[in-house]
């Protein structure tokens, strides 16, 4: 890690809340790539690539179910999504229906011409995953060539003023990388910097775990790294975000099933509440002939309501190896919702 002048940083939880409004839009499955911890399943998901009616259609949909589209922030996703040729002209139409953020997450690779095709005045911010300061670290997950197109696609992306951020994924396959990425971003241009953590979910989370592959990270080696870092690039003057994971003593536990207006939609039209549901047909709502409806018990919204002390049912249901027990059986630890967030920025940015 390369040595910083000091500068005081803040660490906030970002609550969501009832104002929080997010639609995550995934406009297709397919993607060029086959990172080893996509959570996208096909099967699960569908196939089929919106086109721009439908996409028109979708967006005008949520804008009425969120009342004031105002509030709310559009994600365009996928499979990759610049892989649909009518995400640019889906991008406007979200921009003149009044959403009050357009995000596009991409691996990098922006097909279609997709700089050319669109100004940073169309799009708020455009999001690159990375999961390596380098090549031998990105490419072992995300494929070989990989690191290079990335990296070629921000600088481009930077030099025509758009705001750009990237994700970095944190598995055991790089955790240890993790702290060389500030200075890579920083060099690059990049203002906003994501880390997550690596979900045991998709098609490649399955094909993983039948290959002996345990990507997860203990929680001792994620409390060790995962704060220190944000902290050394929030000092870069990057903005971070990170999962908050476990709840400290004391903190209230919140389902944002429950409190905030989240839609993870896919393309076969189902819309899904909670992102850990979504390799299962648990969905909350469908989407068919063009209408948006709430689908019959049982679904994860019977799941939110119900209070464990583990915390997130969701969790408890699909990854209990993650929960700490002490003797007396009770849970040492409280697993926070996948959607609530560790803020880390510069006090004078
Ligand atoms: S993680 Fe993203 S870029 Fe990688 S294979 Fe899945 S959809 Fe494609
Ligand atoms: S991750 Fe857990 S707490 Fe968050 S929305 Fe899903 S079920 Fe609720």
């Not at 080893?36 to 179910?65: T, W």
């Not at 589209?69 to 640019?88: I, K, Q, S």
């Not at 279609?112 to 005045?121: A, V, Y």
């Not at 002390?309 to 993650?322: D, T, W, Y």
Request: with cysteine; glycine share 8%; aromatic share 8%.
């Amino acid at each position: 890690m390369s040595h910083v002048a000091p500068v005081s940083v803040t660490r906030r939880t970002v609550e969501f809340h009832a104002g929080t409004k997010n639609l995550f839009f995934h406009i297709l499955t397919q993607c060029n790539l086959r990172c080893l911890h996509c959570y996208i399943d096909p099967d699960q998901h569908g196939r089929s690539v919106l086109g721009l009616s439908v996409m028109k259609e979708q967006l005008r949909l949520f804008a009425n179910r969120f009342r004031e589209p105002a509030d709310a922030n559009v994600v365009f996703l996928g499979g990759e999504p610049t892989l649909n040729p009518d995400l640019p002209e889906a991008i406007r139409e979200a921009r003149r229906i009044g959403y009050r953020s357009i995000t596009v997450d991409t691996n990098g690779f922006l097909f279609h011409d997709f700089l050319d095709r669109i100004s940073p005045e169309d799009l708020d911010f455009l999001s690159f995953s990375l999961d390596g300061s380098c090549p031998d670290v990105n490419d072992r997950i995300r494929g070989e060539g990989v690191f290079r197109t990335c990296v070629k696609g921000i600088e481009r992306a930077v030099a025509r003023g758009f705001s750009v951020s990237v994700i970095f994924t944190v598995s055991r396959l790089n955790l240890g990388d993790l702290s060389n990425m500030p200075g890579l971003l920083t060099d690059l241009g990049v203002t906003r910097f994501f880390i997550q953590v690596v979900g045991i979910r998709g098609r490649s989370a399955m094909e993983s775990r039948k290959a002996g592959m345990d990507l997860q990270v203990p929680r001792s080696e994620w409390d060790a790294v995962v704060p220190v870092v944000a902290r050394h690039a929030a000092r870069r003057g990057l903005l971070v975000t990170y999962p908050t994971v476990f709840l400290a003593p004391g903190v209230p536990f919140s389902c944002a099933g429950l409190v905030a207006e989240n839609y993870f939609v896919f393309p076969n039209g189902r819309v899904y509440r909670c992102p850990l549901c979504e390799d299962h047909p648990v969905h909350s709502l469908e989407i068919a002939d063009g209408s948006l409806s709430e689908r019959p018990p049982i679904t994860e919204r019977e799941l939110f309501p119900l209070r464990i002390p583990e915390g997130c049912v969701m969790n408890r249901i699909l990854h209990p190896g993650n929960i700490p027990y002490g003797p007396d059986g009770e849970p040492t630890a409280r697993i926070a919702c996948c959607m609530l967030k560790e803020e880390v920025r510069r006090e004078d940015a």
